[in-house]
């Protein structure tokens, strides 16, 4: 490519090749139009309750004939957790996010897959929403939910299947209202965020 589809001022060689690795798989999956800036509220979500900053490097529309997503690529500024130093340096992260507009309500809703921890404490303090009518869903994810009554409406079989569908074990969903957001803290092979690009593209049909 002989330009960069995204502002890569200060970013290292290997972020640069991931974020052009990541956009030309997903664009290999589905046509990418920049967006140019749009204030999509990241704030909001606990995902990124941690920052101090938050930029949004380049977003890319996933057209839909029903409702449009969009593909993140995001700078989170952050303060060194365990270093006592007050002048210590911040440091940047760089990750890469799916996000969808969905037609219902969901409230706050956070779902990862299920760690042999999460099972413990959930002998001792029961907090998940369990679906009984699909172990093999409930059995593989930890949901937790602010309204029973609207996860429950909008985590339908559908929207639980699409779930089950993503090929990855390392990713996180969180909605916060009408706005879902896919992704990872860790690093974004382009494998995985095809499968991120298909999975909001898909609720466009379903949510």
């Given at each position: 490519?002989?330009?960069?589809?995204?502002?890569?001022?200060?970013?290292?060689?290997?972020?640069?090749?991931?974020?052009?690795d990541i956009y030309i798989a997903v664009k290999g999956q589905f046509p990418l139009n920049a967006t140019g800036h749009i204030?999509?509220?990241?704030?909001?979500?606990?995902?990124?309750?941690?920052?101090?900053?938050?930029?949004?490097?380049?977003?890319?529309?996933?057209?839909?004939?029903?409702?449009?997503?969009?593909?993140?690529?995001?700078?989170?500024?952050?303060?060194?957790?365990?270093?006592?130093?007050a002048d210590s340096a911040d440091y940047y992260l760089h990750h890469t996010w799916a996000l969808a507009y969905l037609r219902?309500?969901?409230?706050?809703?956070?779902?990862?897959?299920?760690?042999?921890?999460?099972?413990?404490?959930?002998?001792?303090?029961?907090?998940?929403?369990?679906?009984?009518?699909?172990?093999?869903?409930?059995?593989?994810?930890?949901?937790?939910?602010?309204?029973v009554q609207k996860a429950q409406s909008g985590i339908d079989r559908n929207f639980r299947n699409a779930v089950m569908d993503?090929?990855?074990?390392?990713?996180?969903?969180?909605?916060?209202?009408?706005?879902?957001?896919?992704?990872?803290?860790?690093?974004?092979?382009?494998?995985?965020?095809?499968?991120?690009?298909?999975?909001?593209?898909?609720?466009?049909?379903?949510?």
């Amino acid at each position: 490519m002989d330009s960069l589809p995204f502002d890569d001022s200060g970013l290292t060689p290997a972020t640069i090749t991931n974020y052009q690795d990541i956009y030309i798989a997903v664009k290999g999956q589905f046509p990418l139009n920049a967006t140019g800036h749009i204030n999509f509220h990241l704030e909001d979500f606990e995902s990124f309750k941690n920052c101090i900053e938050i930029n949004v490097r380049a977003s890319y529309v996933i057209k839909h004939e029903r409702s449009d997503s969009y593909l993140l690529f995001t700078e989170t500024r952050h303060k060194p957790v365990d270093d006592k130093e007050a002048d210590s340096a911040d440091y940047y992260l760089h990750h890469t996010w799916a996000l969808a507009y969905l037609r219902k309500d969901f409230g706050h809703v956070v779902i990862r897959r299920e760690t042999l921890r999460d099972k413990i404490i959930e002998l001792i303090h029961p907090i998940e929403l369990d679906f009984a009518e699909d172990k093999p869903f409930s059995n593989t994810f930890y949901t937790i939910v602010s309204d029973v009554q609207k996860a429950q409406s909008g985590i339908d079989r559908n929207f639980r299947n699409a779930v089950m569908d993503v090929r990855d074990d390392d990713f996180l969903i969180e909605i916060v209202n009408h706005t879902l957001i896919i992704g990872s803290h860790h690093p974004m092979l382009p494998e995985k965020a095809k499968h991120m690009a298909a999975f909001v593209h898909r609720l466009a049909d379903l949510c």
